[in-house]
Nanobody, 121 residues
Framework: QVQLVESGGGLVQPGGSLTLSCTASGDIWRLIAMGWYRQAPGKERELVATVNAGGGINYADTVKGRFTISRVNPETTTNYLQMNSLKPEDTAVYYC??????????????WGQGTQVTVSS
């Protein structure tokens, strides 16, 4: 089994910054990609940013230029999402996701439990 644990959420004023972290642990043979998604109340879960082991990065248009996702690091299996210039519309529960192979070469797609980010004055 593989577990993802997120941290770093909280309450921040508009224009402020937060850094989320996500650490994967367990039966990991090869990390393929990691990503961040968010879900605001009454809305569907949406992609924020993803990064693959080859260095390819994808951002939602709404966060481009403000958020930065760290590269995949097989040694630490920790990924970061640096969020700057936060807006009230960034308020949501942020979820970490990973795509990886286990030691048995099973392709897994685990999710973290989510961390709340609230942007409000």
């Amino acid at each position: 089994q593989v577990q993802l644990v997120e941290s770093g959420g909280g309450l921040v004023q508009p224009g402020g910054s937060l850094t989320l972290s996500c650490t994967a642990s367990g039966d990991i043979w090869r990390l393929i990609a990691m990503g961040w998604y968010r879900q605001a109340p009454g809305k569907e879960r949406e992609l924020v940013a993803t990064v693959n082991a080859g260095g390819g990065i994808n951002y939602a248009d709404t966060v481009k230029g403000r958020f930065t996702i760290s590269r995949v690091n097989p040694e630490t299996t920790t990924n970061y999402l640096q969020m700057n210039s936060l807006k009230p519309e960034d308020t949501a529960v942020y979820y970490c996701n990973a795509r990886l192979y286990s030691s048995s070469r099973a392709l897994l797609d685990p999710w973290g439990q989510g961390t709340q980010v609230t942007v409000s004055s």
